[in-house]
Each structure stands twice: as structure tokens, then as C-alpha cells.
């Protein structure tokens, strides 16, 4: 069974600084997303990465996938205020015929002025 | 584009009472998921529909929760009846096939 982890799972940063999160999963998958969610709200699709190597970026953001290592990183780059919401790694896991999405528990950032 | 519609937006019920939710997918979407998402936790599928036949159902405990999409547009899910635990949000997505996933606003579901 595919298991997705998050750390950390709660980040209190300042404007201005930098950081990396970590999302570790336990079984081989070709694909993984990042979504960001904020209170109240439903999920919004930062990243998809596709294979080994990859890399995106997206204004202060930029995520990576080493599929060897089964890692994927996400940075922040600088960090607003306006970044402040939960971010969710999910793991595509297939079976039976089927395509799910395994998700993390979550990090949940707070930027603060 | 339309995004995924849910309804309602909140509800709030006692314990053992019964409760449905309503999804209306993005138009042309072959593919319907819900998902529970527990405060503090990650989203769970809980039922994978493909048109109107269900592709993974594996998480959803069958006791009690039920879904359909009968004519492979809209899908309910039903929980009958419902416990505490089941306090939670649910999350209604879909996508094209191998596509990636749109979310709904979620339905916050209150058992008291």
C-alpha cells in the first residue's frame, strides 16, 4: 500500500526567508502533484511532475521529483504572506485498472510579516 | 469552463440520521471521484466512478456510504446512517481520463 509523508507538517517562516518541504512516498509512481489549499477552500493544482529529474516553477515556488529516492521537494523562494495556505503532495498509484491519487497529510505554512 | 459544483456547502446533522451530497462534474469529464477529508488529514478517495461504472470503491465503507452516478453526469453520495467519525469534509473531483484532477468546494459535514 502506497504511503505518502509530509515533513514538516507545520511551518511558521518569515517574509523574506526560504525553505524546503519534503514529500517522501514508499512505493514507485510516475507521477506526483502538488496542490495548495487554502481555509474553507478546495484544492488548486500547483504541479504535476512527470518524471524522474523533473522540475517546475511557479513565481515563488519550484517543485522537483527524484523518482529514484522517492522524494519530492517543493521551495520557497522569498516567502509573502500571500503563500500562506496548507500544501498537499499526492502520489498517482495504479491498480486494477484504475488511477488514484494518495495524498500527504499536509504542511501547513504560515508566513508571517 | 465551469468548475466542479457541489451542494449543499454545509450541513449539519445528529448522529444515525441520514444525508446525501450532490456533485455535478466539469462538462465532458468522464472520470468522478469523492473523497474524505478528515481535519488535519489529506484528502481519501473514496469511490472512483468511470461514466457510470464505479472503478475503485476499495476505502469506502459500504456499510453505510453509498454513491451513484447513474447516468454518468451527476453523482450523489449518501451515508446512512451516519457516526461521529464521519464528521468531515467531502470533496468531489473530476478529470478526463489521465488527466489531472479539478476539485469541488467540499461539502462540510457536522454530526453532532
Known amino acids: 500500500e502506497l504511503k505518502v509523508e509530509q515533513n514538516p507538517l507545520f511551518l511558521s517562516m518569515q517574509e523574506g526567508k526560504n525553505y524546503t518541504i519534503y514529500c517522501n512516498y514508499s512505493?514507485?509512481?510516475?507521477?506526483l502533484y502538488w496542490y495548495r489549499q487554502d481555509p474553507g477552500k478546495s484544492l488548486e493544482s500547483l504541479f504535476v511532475?512527470?518524471?524522474?529529474?523533473a522540475v517546475k516553477q511557479e513565481g515563488r515556488l519550484m517543485a522537483s521529483l527524484d523518482t529514484k529516492a522517492r522524494l519530492s521537494t517543493l521551495h520557497i523562494t522569498a516567502a509573502v504572506h500571500d503563500l500562506s495556505a496548507t500544501y498537499f503532495c499526492?502520489?498517482?498509484?495504479?491498480?486494477?485498472?484504475?488511477?488514484?491519487?494518495?495524498f500527504g497529510k499536509g504542511m501547513k505554512l504560515t508566513v508571517n510579516p | 469552463e465551469a468548475g466542479v459544483a457541489q451542494s449543499p456547502r454545509y450541513k449539519i446533522i445528529e448522529k444515525r440520521q441520514s444525508v446525501a451530497f450532490w456533485c455535478n462534474p466539469i462538462?465532458?469529464?468522464?472520470?468522478l471521484y469523492w473523497y474524505q477529508q478528515i481535519l488535519g488529514q489529506g484528502p481519501k478517495l473514496l469511490i472512483q466512478?468511470?461514466?457510470?461504472?464505479?472503478?475503485?470503491d476499495s476505502q469506502l465503507p459500504k456499510d453505510r456510504f453509498s454513491a451513484e452516478r447513474l447516468k454518468g453526469v451527476d453523482s450523489t453520495l449518501k451515508i446512512q446512517p451516519a457516526k461521529l467519525e464521519d464528521s468531515a469534509v467531502y470533496l468531489c473531483?473530476?478529470?478526463?481520463?489521465?488527466?489531472?484532477?479539478?476539485f469541488g468546494d467540499g461539502t462540510r459535514l457536522s454530526i453532532l
Open positions: 473531483a473530476s478529470s478526463l481520463v489521465g488527466q489531472p484532477q479539478h
Open positions: 512505493t514507485t509512481s510516475d507521477r
Open positions: 511532475l512527470l518524471s524522474n529529474g
Open positions: 499526492a502520489v498517482v498509484t495504479r491498480g486494477g485498472g484504475s488511477e488514484k491519487l494518495v
Open positions: 462538462s465532458g469529464h468522464a472520470t
Open positions: 466512478f468511470q461514466n457510470n461504472g464505479v472503478v475503485d
